[in-house]
C-alpha cells in the first residue's frame, strides 16, 4: 500500500490549504478497497526535476524536445519516461527532464519560472536534497535543514499557486554508504529525507521511497554496485529507481 | 490486455495435453473484469533460462546462491530480480539465472536436467531463439525453423512431464536494426518470434513481447542506445526487458 493511499486511508495528517487545493483538484478513485493513484491521462506533460541524479548528462540544447533519449539523460528519469512511452504510445505523452547537476532546493527556486511553472506540467516529480546536506557538510553552502523544508515548503506552494491542478511526486533523497559517502553521513541525512516525507504529507502527494529500496537491495548487490560513489546511481541502480517511481505514480 | 489475458478470454486456443495440464494447474483469479496473472508467490524458486541476453556475464561459481548479482549476471534477469526482491522482501523467493552466452534450443535441451529440472522451479522464464536463426545465417548451425519449433516444443513437453504445476513465461526473441544486424535478417527473424508466440499460445504461458517493446522504444531513441550491437542490449535496453517482464509476469 502506497503512502498516497495510507493517508487517505488514515485521514489523520493536517494539508495546508495549498495541500487542500490540490487535493480537490485530484479525484482519487475507488477499486474494490484500493485507492487507484495512477497520475498519467493522456496527453499528460510530466517534468522530472532535481539535481544530478535527474540530469545524468542530459543535453541544454534539446531540452525543449519531449521524449528523446538526448533530453532526459541515461539515468531513472529517461528509464520512467522510456518505459511510460512504451506502454502507452497512444497517450501523446510529453516527457521533460530539467534537473541540473549540484542544484539544491535554492537553486530550483531560482529557475521555477523557466524550468518548471512555464512547462505547464501536469505530473511535477521532484529530487532534490543530498546537495543541501552535502555542500553544507563540505562548507560549500551555508543553509541548513531548516531552510531546506522552508524552500521546499514554499516552492511547493509557488508552484501550485500557478499550477493548482499539478500532480505531486515527491522523490526520497537517498545515499548508499560506500564510495564518497560514509557513516558520518548518517543519521544527518535522514534528516532531509524527513522533510521530503513531510513535504509529500503536508501537500497530499505520491512519495517515491528510495532511500528504502537502496535498503533492501544491498541484500542482494554490494553498495556500490548501486551507486559507486554512494550518491549517483549506477545503471541498476538507476533502473530500480525507475521501477520503484513507476509502482509509486501508476499505484500498482 | 496481456496475451495470456486474450487467450483466455477468446478460448479459441486449442492447447495440447500438456498445455490443459498446465492450466489445469494454473488457477487464475478473475478481480472484475481483469484476469489477474501475477505469477510470483511467497517461497516462489524462480530460474531464467536462455543465451548471451539472459546469461550476460553471470558467475558459474555461485549458480547455485539465488539472489545475488553475482548469480544473476548484469541485464535483464537481474534487474527484473533485483526488482522483485526489493518489493517482496518478505516472500522468500529464490531466484537463479542459468543463461549460457550462444545457447540455441539444443543446447537447453541437453543441460535441462542439470540446469531447470533439477532446480524445480515454480516459474520458469525461457527466452531462446536468436542464435537459432543467427547461427544458422552464419553457417555454424544446421538447424531450421522447423527444428527450431519441434525441440522447443519437445523442451516444453519435457519441462511439464517433470514440473507439472510450472508456470511458464515465453520470452519473444528479438533484434534491433544496427550493428551486426541488417535490413537481411527480416522478415526471417520473424519466423522464429512467431514460433515462440506459438508455443506460449499451445502451452498457454505468459509472453513478455520483447519486439513490441523495442520496435516502439525506437521512437525515443537510436537503436544502438537500445543494443550496439543489434541483439545484446544496453542497460536502457536491459531495463526495458525487465519492466516488460514484470508487467506480464505480474500481470500488471
Redesign the interface.
Known amino acids: 500500500m502506497s503512502l498516497h493511499r495510507r493517508e487517505f486511508l488514515s485521514g489523520s495528517i493536517l494539508a495546508g490549504s495549498a495541500g487542500l487545493a490540490y487535493l480537490a483538484g485530484t479525484p482519487v478513485t475507488t ?2 478497497e484500493e485507492q487507484h493513484t495512477d497520475l498519467i491521462r493522456p496527453g499528460s506533460v510530466i517534468l522530472f526535476q532535481g539535481d544530478s541524479i535527474t540530469d545524468t548528462g542530459r543535453s541544454r540544447e534539446t531540452a525543449d524536445t519531449p ?3 538526448s533530453t532526459l539523460g ?1 539515468g531513472y528519469a ?2 520512467a ?3 511510460l ?3 502507452r ?1 497512444d497517450a501523446n505523452l510529453k516527457i521533460y527532464n530539467r534537473g541540473i547537476s549540484g542544484n539544491k532546493v535554492p537553486d530550483l527556486a531560482k529557475r521555477w519560472d523557466v524550468d518548471c511553472l512555464n512547462l505547464k506540467p501536469d505530473v511535477l516529480s521532484i529530487l532534490i536534497g543530498v546537495n543541501d546536506y552535502w555542500h553544507r557538510r563540505n562548507g560549500r553552502y551555508d543553509g541548513t535543514l531548516d531552510s531546506y523544508e522552508t524552500g521546499y515548503r514554499e516552492l511547493l506552494q509557488r508552484t501550485l499557486e500557478k499550477l493548482p491542478s499539478v500532480k505531486l511526486v515527491l522523490c526520497e533523497p537517498f545515499a548508499l554508504n560506500t564510495g564518497k559517502v560514509d557513516d558520518s553521513w548518517f543519521p544527518e541525512l535522514d534528516g532531509y529525507r524527513a522533510v521530503a516525507k513531510k513535504m509529500s504529507e503536508e501537500f497530499r502527494t505520491v512519495f517515491v521511497p528510495f532511500q528504502q ?1 537502496f535498503d ?2 544491498v ?4 553498495p556500490a ?1 548501486w551507486a559507486a560513489d554512494g550518491v549517483h546511481p549506477s ?2 541502480g ?3 529507481m ?3 517511481w ?2 509509486q505514480v501508476q499505484g ?1
Open positions: 477499486r474494490g521524449n528523446q533519449r541515461s529517461w528509464l519516461a522510456s518505459q512511452l512504451v506502454d504510445p529500496a533492501r537491495a541484500a542482494y548487490a554490494e554496485e545503471p541498476s538507476a533502473a530500480l525507475a521501477h520503484e513507476q509502482k500498482k
